[in-house]
C-alpha cells in the first residue's frame, strides 16, 4: 500500500518526482460551483518558488500551474481536479556522485530499504520539490473555505535564534526572505544563513501558522480530532521533526490555573476566552478561537561539509553533496505549512458540515 493521498471528503493525492518531467496534484471531493482558475493557484505557489533570494536554493523553477480537468467556464464541477507543475531546471548529474552512497539525515537509506532501490537524482519523491503540489492543492482549499478564514504563516525561529514576540510586526513577514515578523530577527538570520552557506552547512528552524475565523464545532473526539489531523498534516512535510499546537510542551512545565484558558460570557452568544493556551481546541474540537500549530524543521540534510556514511555496498565512505540545495529548508517551509492548514481545515469543513449539516 502506497500512501500519497490525505484527507477524508477533501481528499488530495500528489503525484511526481524532484527530477522528473512534471508533478502536480489530484484533488477529490472538491464541491461543484467554486470560482477557480490557475491565477487563485499561482501566487501561493509563486511565495514558495525557489531561486528568489540567495538564501534558499538556486534551482530556477517558475512553478507554473495547469488546471488539467475538474472546472468548466472557471467554476469546479465536483468531478476530480488535476494540477500540474512542469519541471523545468534539473540537474540530474550534480547527484551522480552519491548515486551509491547514503546522505545522513536524509531518506536514502529508508527508500533503499524498503523499495530495493532509489531514485537518487533529488531524492525523488521524498524530495521537498514535492511540497509544490501540495501548495497548488492548498490554494483550493483556500476557495473552499473563504475569505472569513484567514491563514498566516511565519517563522520565529532560524537557527537557534528566535524572534521577539513584542516586536511582532505582521506587515514585516512578506518584507524579508524569511517570511520573519520581528525586522531586528530577520538580520540576524541573514547573517546565520550566510554563514552557513558559505561553510557548506545547513540550519533548521521553527514556523508558526495561525488560522482565524474558524468557527467553533471542526473535529470530532478520539480519534479524528483537529489537533492530531493538523499534527499529522504537518509531520507529514519533508523535514519535519516536531509539532505542537498551542502552548505545546511549555503546558507541560506550568500549573493548571496558568494553563487554562479562562471563559467569560462574550458579546455574540458564545464564550470568550481571555487567552489562547489550547491553540483554537479543546477535545479535539475547534473552540472559535485562532488555530496555532508550530512545526519544527531540521537542516537540510544535502550538505557540501564532509559527513561520514557506507555505500549501498556497506563500505565506510564520506559524502559531501554538490548541487543546489536550500541552506534552510524551513524558509520555504512556511507556504507549505499554510497550505497543510488549509487543507486540513477544508477538509473538517465539510466533514462538520456532512454530519451536522
Known amino acids: 500500500m502506497s500512501y500519497n493521498s490525505f484527507g ?35 501566487p501561493w505557489l509563486d511565495k514558495r518558488k525557489p531561486g528568489q533570494s540567495r538564501h534558499t536554493t538556486q534551482r530556477r523553477e517558475p512553478d507554473a500551474v495547469k488546471i488539467l480537468s475538474g472546472t468548466f467556464e472557471g467554476r469546479t464541477t465536483g468531478t476530480p481536479i488535476s ?12 547527484y551522480s556522485d552519491i548515486a551509491a552512497k547514503y546522505r545522513p539525515g536524509h531518506a536514502d537509506y529508508t527508500y533503499d ?10 531524492g525523488g519523491r521524498s524530495s521537498a520539490r514535492e511540497t509544490a503540489a501540495r501548495v497548488a492543492a492548498g490554494a483550493v482549499a483556500r476557495k473552499i473555505l473563504g475569505e472569513t478564514i484567514a491563514i ?84 507529514s512535510i519533508n523535514a519535519t521533526k516536531g509539532v505542537e499546537i498551542g502552548n505545546g510542551f511549555e503546558a507541560a512545565r506550568i500549573s493548571g490555573e496558568d494553563n487554562a484558558d479562562a471563559m467569560r460570557p462574550g458579546n455574540d452568544g458564545r464564550p470568550r476566552f481571555l487567552s489562547n493556551n489550547a491553540g483554537g481546541v479543546l477535545g479535539g474540537i475547534s473552540n472559535g478561537d485562532a488555530i496555532v500549530a508550530r512545526t519544527a524543521f531540521k537542516p537540510t540534510s544535502s550538505i557540501l561539509t564532509p559527513v561520514e556514511t557506507v555505500t549501498r555496498e556497506g563500505e565506510a565512505t564520506e559524502i559531501s553533496t554538490k548541487g543546489r540545495h536550500d541552506p534552510c529548508v524551513g524558509i520555504r517551509g512556511v507556504p507549505v505549512v499554510e497550505a497543510m492548514m488549509a487543507l486540513v481545515l477544508a477538509d473538517q469543513m465539510l466533514l ?3 454530519q451536522c449539516g
Open 83 to 94: 494540477l500540474m507543475i512542469e519541471n523545468a531546471d534539473q540537474r540530474s548529474k550534480d
Open 152 to 235: 498566516r504563516g511565519y517563522l520565529v525561529e532560524l537557527g537557534g535564534i528566535p524572534i521577539d514576540s513584542a516586536r511582532f510586526d505582521e506587515a514585516a513577514i512578506d518584507a524579508n526572505p524569511f517570511f520573519c515578523p520581528d525586522p531586528v530577527a530577520a538580520a540576524q538570520w541573514e547573517e546565520a544563513v550566510d554563514k552557513a552557506r558559505k561553510a557548506g552547512s545547513s540550519l533548521g528552524a521553527i514556523a508558526e501558522c495561525t488560522a482565524t475565523g474558524v468557527p467553533p464545532g471542526w473535529g470530532a473526539p478520539v480519534y479524528a480530532k483537529l489537533d492530531g489531523e493538523l499534527a499529522a498534516a504537518m509531520m
Open 8 to 42: 477524508h471528503v477533501f481528499r488530495f493525492t500528489t503525484w511526481g518526482e524532484s527530477h522528473g518531467p512534471a508533478l502536480g496534484a489530484v484533488i477529490d471531493g472538491c464541491p461543484p460551483g467554486i470560482a477557480l482558475d490557475e491565477g487563485d493557484i499561482q
Open 352 to 354: 462538520h458540515r456532512a
Open 113 to 122: 530499504a524498503k523499495y530495493g532501490f532509489r531514485d537518487y537524482r533529488g
